[in-house]
Every structure is written in structure tokens, then in C-alpha cells.
């Protein structure tokens, strides 16, 4: 049976129970980074043979893992952190098992994405998860754009690097549009930092951005959605 499990997306003790025992019963545990992932499993003293299962090696990995599959074996899948599947790896043994008639379930966990969701304060009824904002500049700007129109919350992921640019094409185009950088998510630093794209700025030019980051961005206002519309 397959196991996708989600991990902490920070502080280690934002696991489940029933992650621990599922990676306790496992016959192998796949991970995106074995090093990454032995901390997280030494805290619980879990020992388990891992493989390898990342973007540069998902297709002959996860053939492999098949394989065990196919004999009957346990194998649980874990990420860096949160849910694999979702911008990790995961999605294409998961299709493989559907197609092979083989068990699987999730086993649910500690989001980034939600948990920025909530934190940013902004209308949670409906939103668009967009994953990560192109690195190159003409696709992230037209990523911006499109956000920028939605009705609904965007969320979004992005590197600390591109931040600055990111927040300089929202103040270009929405510069009366609320965001909310989430950064450090359930770690020590954690901060929920809310704005225009120019306060944004203001702050993280004095103050360079760490750590993983997820941006929010708040849905059109009730007057925008009526002008939309006439």
C-alpha cells in the first residue's frame, strides 16, 4: 500500500500520530532529501530504510517503488515538508497506483498553504493556489496580473530572492491591493506581515527577506467586483 504523508512545514512537532505510525510500519520510507528528512525521523526513533525520491530522480525512482508495491510491500512517501503532491514529488507513483489497481491513502498534515490562508486574514471562503511564481520575469508578471483580477485569494509561493521584484510589479499594477507576506512558517521567526506592495517593500528593503515564504494576496473588493462587472 502507498502512503503519501504529510511532514511538519517547520516545528517538528506538527506531525500526527498516525504519520509516526505509518512511518513506523512502513517497508520503506521514501523521502525528498534523506538527510533533511533523518531529523524529523531520529526525533520520533524511527528506523526505517530510505530511498532517495526527488524532481531529478521521480521517474526511475518511483518505477521502482512500484515494484514494491507490486510485491505486497508498505512504502510511504514524505517531503521536506508538507504534503507530497503538491509542488514535491509524489503525484506521479500516486497516478501509477491508480493505474495499476494498488491501495493508497494520505495521510493528512501541516500545510504552508492553509496555514497562510488563515494567518493573512483575508476572505478564506474561496481561493486559487497558483504554486510557484515563474522565476523568470514575463511569466511572473503575467502570474501578478492574473492574480490581481481574481475574485478570490491567491496564494502563492516564492523565493526570498525575487520577493523585491515580485512586490515591485504588485505596486506597478495593484498598488491599492492588500497582500500578506507569510514567512518562516511555525518556525521561531515566524511573521504574518500585511500591506500595500510599497509598504511591503519599504519593510523588506530594510529589512532583506529569509526563510521560505508564501505570498497572499487579498481577493477584489466588492466595489472592484461592480466595476469588473459593468
Known sequence: MLYLVATPIGNLGDITFRAIEVLKNADVIACEDTRHSLRL????????????YHEHNEAM??????TRLLRGE????????????????????????????????????????????????????QFFFGGFLPSKSGGREREILAAGERAETTILFESPHRLLRTLEVFAQH?????????????????????????????????????????????????????????
Open 61 to 66: 525512482r518511483a518505477a521502482e517503488l512500484l
Open 174 to 230: 495593484f498598488p491599492m491591493r492588500l497582500l500578506c507576506v507569510a514567512r518562516e512558517l511555525t518556525k521561531q521567526f515566524e511573521e504574518f506581515r500585511r500591506g500595500f506592495a510599497g509598504e511591503l517593500l519599504e519593510h523588506f528593503n530594510a529589512h532583506p527577506p529569509r526563510g521560505e515564504i508564501v505570498l497572499v494576496v487579498s481577493g477584489l473588493s466588492k466595489k472592484e467586483r461592480r466595476e469588473q462587472a459593468d
Open 41 to 52: 525521523l531520529q526525533r520520533y526513533e524511527i528506523a526505517k530504510p530510505l530511498v532517495s
Open 74 to 125: 508498505n512504502v510511504a512517501v514524505i517531503s521536506d515538508a508538507g504534503l507530497p503532491g503538491i509542488s514535491d514529488p509524489g503525484a506521479r507513483l500516486l497516478r501509477a497506483c491508480i493505474e495499476n489497481e494498488i491501495t493508497y491513502t494520505i495521510i493528512p498534515g501541516a500545510s504552508s498553504v492553509l496555514t497562510a490562508l488563515v494567518g493573512s486574514g483575508f476572505l478564506s471562503e
